[in-house]
């Protein structure tokens, strides 16, 4: 089975170096050899250890006869979208680790694959085989509820601010150091990252369609040690997560900094490792754990596609063969979102504050679970933290914003939800 590789950068290049170095193996799992006959690059200049032919002419390579198959690492949406779309009209396998591509276009490559094997392994979570879970192992279950730690530079910093007591920036400074954060972060630390992947595995689970746009999307940068002190002092973790869930009739997708508690398997997915919690109908809560990221964990993905294309399987790509009563479920309008609440307010320390903030939230339709007021430091101003029983997002949402016009408030309030 001749494979060409889209796009030879870091996970490109382990995919050829493991098909050429577990040759034997892969072809005695996939019942034949799977052969990388060529890559294409942007810059042939740049230097690559691949044992491979490469070149620049992708539209070349995409009309040669002699290829079974076509791996687009390429990264992008657009470009992406014509060359596999291409590829599918030509009735040629794609295996794919793109979730920005998956994420805007997957329905119109679904019905363009029809019949044609597409897989999509390692768009999410990496080395985790969280994509055949949903769409082979748990094809018995109605979905319950989704919720992943699907980004590994978001879970590492995190983790070091928990651990190590270090702010945001500092935290991010180090995984930028460490290769795990891009010079930009703002895709991963703005949860950007997270909602595609998300958006891909509600698809399987729920039939839902919709855009990143569409459903509610919160980052990681407001996140303070004055929330790590709270967060340890009640016994949570804080995670960025992804959910989805059933809810009024509907699916609930949301990407946000959650407090979990630490007792949760899912908080004690540390560093860049990712962490997804499956419940089903009939099988109860399932969990997946492993290596999110990575040129080794995610071709070991993009390979175990190839062999099941090798094997000629039949899986249909988003998991449903036939139109089927899910795939008329909606989003849910994300103020109709009902959880927890966390607040963290500076404040006047003087008399009567603490009675306004209550009432203000009273009359939102808040009830006020626990209050703690950090010691005082130099400051003059006192730091206070709220949390709520389960409320409407579009509560929450309106409280926070008149807080902001309060004159006793001394600093841009902050709000998180909190899982349990």
Do not use: C
Not at 16 to 21: F, R, T, V
Not at 109 to 132: C, D, H, W, Y
Not at 230 to 239: L, W
């Amino acid at each position: 089975m001749n494979v060409a590789i889209l796009g030879v950068g870091t996970v490109g290049e382990s995919v050829a170096k493991i098909l050429l170095k577990n040759k034997k193996l892969i072809a005695a799992r996939g019942g034949e050899e799977i052969v990388p006959v060529v890559g294409v690059v942007r810059n042939l200049n740049k230097k690559r250890d691949v044992g491979i032919p490469l070149t620049d002419d992708i539209d070349s390579v995409i009309n040669r006869d002699d290829i079974d198959v076509f791996v687009e690492l390429m990264g992008g949406v657009e470009e992406p979208f014509r060359v596999v779309s291409e590829i599918l009209k030509h009735k040629k396998p794609v295996v794919t680790a793109n979730k920005a591509l998956l994420a805007y276009h997957r329905y119109a490559l679904q019905n363009l694959a029809k019949n044609t094997p597409f897989g999509f392994e390692a768009s999410v979570a990496g080395g985790v085989p969280i994509i055949r879970a949903l769409r082979e192992g748990l094809s018995a279950n109605h979905i319950v509820s989704i919720n992943g730690i699907l980004n590994g530079t978001s879970n590492y910093i995190l983790t070091s601010m928990m651990n190590e007591g270090s702010n945001f920036k500092d935290a991010l400074k180090k995984a930028q150091e460490l290769g795990y954060a891009e010079a930009d972060p703002t895709f991963d630390v703005g949860g950007f990252d997270t909602a595609h992947k998300l958006l891909i595995l509600a698809s399987i689970a729920y039939g839902v369609h919709g855009d990143p746009e569409d459903i509610l999307i919160e980052g990681i940068q407001g996140i303070t040690p004055e929330d790590i002190f709270f967060a340890k002092d009640f016994e949570y973790s804080i995670k960025l997560l992804a959910i989805a869930k059933k809810s009024e009739g509907k699916v609930e997708l949301r990407v946000h900094p959650a407090l979990v508690p630490q007792n949760k398997m899912i908080a004690k997915a540390s560093g860049v490792t990712n962490a997804i919690s499956v419940v089903g109908e009939v099988v109860g809560e399932t969990m997946y754990y492993g290596p999110g990221a990575g040129g080794d964990a995610t071709a070991s993905a993009v390979i175990s596609d190839l062999i099941d294309i090798a094997r000629d399987s039949k899986s249909p790509m988003l998991g449903y063969k036939a139109p089927f009563e899910l795939n008329t479920l909606e989003l849910l309008d994300r103020d109709r979102i009902k959880t927890k609440y966390y607040f963290r307010l500076k404040v006047e320390d003087k008399m009567g504050v603490l009675a306004k903030i209550t009432n203000l939230m009273s009359e939102n339709n808040l009830s006020i679970d626990s209050l703690l007021q950090k010691p005082k430091d130099e400051s003059e101003y006192a730091v206070l933290f709220f949390t709520t029983h389960t409320s409407l997002e579009a509560d929450a949402k309106r409280t926070m914003e008149l807080l902001k016009e309060q004159e006793y408030i001394k600093e841009e309030p902050f709000m998180m939800r909190i899982e349990e």
